[in-house]
């Protein structure tokens, strides 16, 4: 599917125009989540999943290019999702790791990440241990920007598959002719 890029929110339909999805009761969502794990692991193998994986809306993906994220910048929100586990903890990943994952200098990381918060996609915040004096530790990062907007992304999204499902809903409701056998003009 293509996507046109959007610089703006204006034309974008508003809000009040995208239809509330009802989610699943939390036994339901529970169950989907299973069976979407195991389709994961078939996907990708045991031991691959063993090792780890990171969760990242597709979204973020496709849209890449209209949130203004060049390839360097989706790879170090990867790298930075890779290690938000919790979400109440955000990740403190060190500069030196991420470029070292992504095989880059150090100075390309810092560079991407005062980007991105310069955006407003990440907030970091400076982490420091009072019982050291030079105790600056490695800083936390949140996506809390990135999150607001992609939001439009999504539920853009979700409105085009919705509205796909309903015209396949309504076109296997459609009523079709009735074929009638014909022999010698007239029917039977």
């Known amino acids: 599917m293509r996507y046109r890029v959007q610089s703006t929110h204006l034309d974008r339909p508003p809000r009040s125009a995208i239809v509330p999805k009802v989610w699943p ?30 969760c990242v809306p597709s ?39 991420i470029a070292e994952r992504i095989s880059v200098h150090r100075s390309t990381v810092q560079r991407h990440l005062r980007r991105l918060k310069d955006f407003g996609f990440i907030e970091i915040t400076e982490r420091f241990d009072p019982a050291k004096k030079k105790g600056q530790l490695t800083n936390q990062y949140t996506f809390k920007g990135l999150i607001q907007e992609t939001l439009p992304f999504a539920e853009e999204k979700i409105a085009e ?16 002719p009735k074929l009638v056998a014909k022999t010698g003009g007239r029917s039977e």
């Open 25 to 54: 009761s939390p036994q339901k969502k529970s169950e989907d989540q299973t069976q979407k794990l195991a389709q994961n692991t078939k996907k990708w193998g045991q031991t691959l999943m063993d090792a780890g994986w990171t």
């Open 59 to 97: 979204v973020i993906l496709e849209r890449q290019h209209a949130l203004g994220l060049d390839s360097v910048d989706v790879n170090i929100l990867l790298q930075l999702a890779s290690y938000w586990w919790y979400s109440d903890n955000p990740p403190y990943p060190s500069i030196k790791e």
């Open 161 to 176: 598959r919705e509205e796909r499902r309903r015209e396949s809903r309504e076109k296997g409701r459609r009523k079709r």
